[in-house]
């Protein structure tokens, strides 16, 4: 006998095996038991959820007779019975199922009433199930109206639909409406467990949830992605890495990758991450759909660490990437991940839409947000050249060079007019400066401006005659034009140090507000105190107690011998609330104190007398309950010891980790020296004023130099 699927096979036969639909099957169990019968139901919902299901279970109920053949209608049917049999092989006689989709005109829906009216041949109820009902043509549902209505005594109407917008109001107002719900993922992997379990077939628990995942609310779906993927695995288990190379899905640990070269500005990484997945034949509008969701979890950890689950895979990589990003930026990219996949089939593929967002974040990113992208100016060409060369040269493309030197010619004749022709150049040319202007520092080709403005003066012609106004003005400006150009001579025989760059003030950047690493924000990644000042946001939560000043009671300096060592108890409390960041008051009473015992619902911490007002808070132990609730799955209650903690709390470890922290840091720091030949100081600001960078800070800023800060890094 051939195999059936398993959304058949496993398709409930009676109320208590529905999945996922209780509050439909608690109201159908209670009209059945107390005999409270409609005479029309609408069962609404998306495809999958079980409308079909509960219509034949519904229709069970109203014909069962029992094992004995003396039953009534019942909230249980039998399954044996000649009519539970009948109904679930498709062959009663009673029970007619009718998909409006192809049977939707007005003379077939009158072939229908006109048998309604006969009683039924040999069961209690005559049940008349239609499907995709919000497809019959409007001639149609006029027809059914009187019958719908005021049915006989022994018919019963069970109509289903997924889109009940579509379903006329007159048609509504006649049934009794019921709206099936979307499945949640847990749910569906867990009843893909028991499945599997009963099957002999082995999976991964991760595996399961991804294809609850991508059943999008169906247990139908949901099975007949689980059917796919056996087949895929063949004689072995379903595995994660089996089902995401089905399901065209990549591993979290790429976009998690991609995330943290966006926070970079790392755009060529980006790109190359892209090409991976388009080789790998992965798809793309997958791939922008998982990354809304990394971001929707890391927004959630930003401001409420403990609604991340603790079995999450990712939980590591969440709380990573809400370190490198601010709220803004992650709302910011949340948004632009729902374009581009809204934009997905408009554009010219797919792996060009995946791009493209990409780079929209990068343009987006806000100034001042870590690592801030900026385009360079033109595209770094290095060809070989020789040493005395003009820098210029080695960066700009032909085109552009050409551009530059005729542009630098004419700034040049410019300038000789106005030494030796004065009269002949109006004052407003003579103050204008051009938005292509070289920078201070950067030399064009070309002879040097000394030079041509001695060869200006050989070749200078008889100026016309101006006002003497004019004649007072441009002579002014043509001296100050002198002075500039002799310094600058100067300067090229003179190895002089630059001026030092003050960066201009960033508006921007102080409205950004503070983000999740600062100690205002909310709750602060490592261990410092917040700083409460007026208008902070977590000077409220003490408002109900006095502050009174409390020394640091477990504060030490170096040693880690003056530690307690933490008990079995308390490591597993520190595990648990490692990643969470309370505000001040539940923080003193979560992580100054010693956690003794943990039995049932009921956790015994032993904390300082000196911070016995902080549980007297109202506030701070509701913050206490909102973050180990969550961690525990269910309601604790709290027991305190007001004495001297006897073994390690989360707070000193926390300080441990953060001073191991900073000494790596130290250890591993790059050291520099300051240079000393003047030679190869020289060479050193020479290169540094080649680079991309450079040439982009000088034109975009208008910045110099300061060769005092040029030092030689230690191997």
């Known amino acids: 006998?051939?195999?059936?699927?398993?959304?058949?096979?496993?398709?409930?036969?009676?109320?208590?095996?529905?999945?996922?639909?209780?509050?439909?099957?608690?109201?159908?169990?209670?009209?059945?038991?107390?005999?409270?019968?409609?005479?029309?139901?609408?069962?609404?919902?998306?495809?999958?959820?079980?409308?079909?299901?509960?219509?034949?279970?519904?229709?069970?109920?109203?014909?069962?007779?029992?094992?004995?053949?003396?039953?009534?209608?019942?909230?249980?049917?039998?399954?044996?019975?000649?009519?539970?049999?009948?109904?679930?092989?498709?062959?009663?006689?009673?029970?007619?199922?009718?998909?409006?989709?192809?049977?939707?005109?007005?003379?077939?829906?009158?072939?229908?009433?006109?048998?309604?009216?006969?009683?039924?041949?040999?069961?209690?109820?005559?049940?008349?199930?239609?499907?995709?009902?919000?497809?019959?043509?409007?001639?149609a549902f006029n027809a059914m109206l009187k019958t719908l209505e005021e049915p006989p005594e022994y018919v019963k109407f069970i109509l289903a639909t997924t889109d009940p917008q579509k379903v006329p109001v007159t048609v509504l107002s006649r049934c009794l409406q019921f709206n099936l719900r979307n499945v949640t993922p847990q749910i569906v992997a867990e009843h893909m467990a028991h499945i599997l379990k009963e099957e002999h077939?082995?999976?991964?628990?991760?595996?399961?949830k991804l294809l609850g995942v991508g059943a999008r609310g169906s247990m139908r779906d949901g099975l007949s992605l689980l059917d796919q993927a056996i087949a895929f695995a063949g004689d072995g288990p379903v595995t994660l890495e089996s089902v995401r190379e089905m399901l065209g899905m990549m591993d979290s640990d790429v976009l998690v990758k991609l995330l943290e070269h966006l926070a970079q500005g790392n755009a060529h990484e980006m790109i190359k991450i892209a090409s991976d997945m388009s080789l790998r034949s992965l798809s793309f509008s997958q791939a922008i759909r998982d990354m809304a969701g990394i971001l929707q979890r890391v927004a959630l950890a930003q401001f409420d660490a403990a609604s991340i689950p603790a079995d999450d895979l990712d939980r590591e990589a969440i709380f990573k990437l809400a370190g490198l990003f601010s709220p803004q930026e992650i709302q910011l990219y949340y948004q632009i991940a729902l374009h581009a996949r809204a934009d997905m089939s408009l554009a010219p593929d797919?792996?060009?839409?995946?791009?493209?967002?990409?780079?929209?974040?990068?343009?987006?990113?806000?100034?001042?947000?870590?690592?801030?992208?900026?385009?360079?100016r033109f595209s770094p060409v290095k060809p070989e050249t020789q040493t005395g060369e003009p820098s210029v040269a080695r960066h700009l493309p032909e085109s552009a060079l050409a551009t530059a030197i005729t542009t630098a010619q004419s700034l040049e004749t410019a300038k000789r007019k106005e030494v030796d022709r004065p009269d002949e150049v109006p004052v407003t040319e003579t103050i204008k400066k051009t938005a292509d202007e070289p920078a201070p520092w950067e030399d064009l080709p070309g002879e040097s401006e000394a030079a041509n403005l001695a060869k200006a003066a050989q070749n200078s012609e008889t100026p016309s005659v101006r006002s003497p106004v004019e004649a007072e003005a441009v002579e002014s400006v043509t001296e100050e034009r002198k002075a500039d150009a002799a310094a600058q001579s100067e300067d090229d025989e003179v190895d002089e140090d630059d001026e030092p760059y003050v960066p201009p003030e960033d508006d921007y950047l102080d409205a950004m507000g503070e983000s999740i690493d600062d100690p205002g924000f909310g709750y602060p990644l490592e261990n410092h105190e917040p700083d409460f000042e007026a208008g902070s946001a977590l000077k409220t939560v003490i408002d109900d107690v006095p502050a009174d000043p409390i020394e640091d009671l477990y504060d030490y300096d170096s040693g880690e011998e003056k530690l307690p060592e933490f008990t079995p108890t308390g490591k597993m409390w520190f595990e648990k609330l490692r990643y969470t960041y309370p505000a001040t008051f539940a923080r003193d009473i979560l992580e100054r104190s010693e956690c003794v015992s943990i039995e049932d619902n009921v956790i015994t911490l032993r904390l300082d007398p000196v911070y016995q007002r902080?549980?007297?808070?109202?506030?701070?132990?509701?913050?206490?309950?909102?973050?180990?609730?969550?961690?525990?799955?269910?309601?604790?209650?709290?027991?305190?010891?007001?004495?001297?903690?006897k073994s390690r709390t989360i707070f000193q470890e926390k300080r441990r980790l953060a001073q191991e922290a900073e000494k790596i840091a130290k250890q591993n720091a790059p050291k520099y020296e300051s240079i000393d030949d003047p030679?190869?100081?020289?060479?050193?600001?020479?290169?540094?004023?080649?680079?991309?960078?450079?040439?982009?800070?000088?034109?975009?800023?208008?910045?110099?130099?300061?060769?005092?800060?040029?030092?030689?890094?230690?191997?």
């Open 679 to 715: 030679a190869e100081l020289k060479q050193s600001v020479a290169r540094l004023k080649e680079t991309p960078l450079a040439h982009m800070l000088a034109r975009r800023f208008n910045a110099t130099l300061d060769r005092k800060s040029v030092v030689r890094r230690l191997k």
């Open 614 to 645: 902080r549980v007297e808070s109202e506030r701070a132990m509701l913050q206490v309950q909102r973050i180990v609730d969550p961690l525990f799955g269910q309601r604790m209650r709290f027991e305190f010891i007001f004495e001297e903690p």
């Open 201 to 208: 077939i082995e999976a991964e628990p991760a595996a399961l």
């Open 1 to 139: 006998m051939a195999s059936q699927v398993l959304a058949r096979k496993w398709r409930p036969r009676d109320f208590e095996h529905v999945v996922g639909q209780e509050p439909v099957v608690q109201a159908l169990t209670h009209a059945l038991r107390e005999n409270r019968l409609h005479h029309a139901y609408l069962f609404t919902g998306t495809r999958g959820v079980g409308k079909t299901t509960l219509s034949r279970i519904l229709a069970k109920s109203l014909n069962c007779v029992g094992p004995d053949g003396k039953g009534g209608v019942t909230d249980h049917p039998c399954g044996v019975c000649e009519a539970c049999r009948a109904i679930d092989e498709g062959r009663f006689v009673d029970y007619i199922e009718m998909d409006a989709a192809s049977n939707r005109s007005v003379e077939e829906m009158t072939a229908l009433l006109e048998q309604a009216m006969y009683a039924p041949t040999n069961a209690r109820y005559k049940v008349y199930m239609i499907d995709e009902v919000h497809q019959l043509t409007s001639h």
């Open 350 to 376: 797919e792996y060009a839409g995946f791009t493209m967002a990409l780079m929209r974040m990068l343009a987006f990113k806000p100034v001042g947000s870590g690592n801030g992208f900026s385009a360079p």
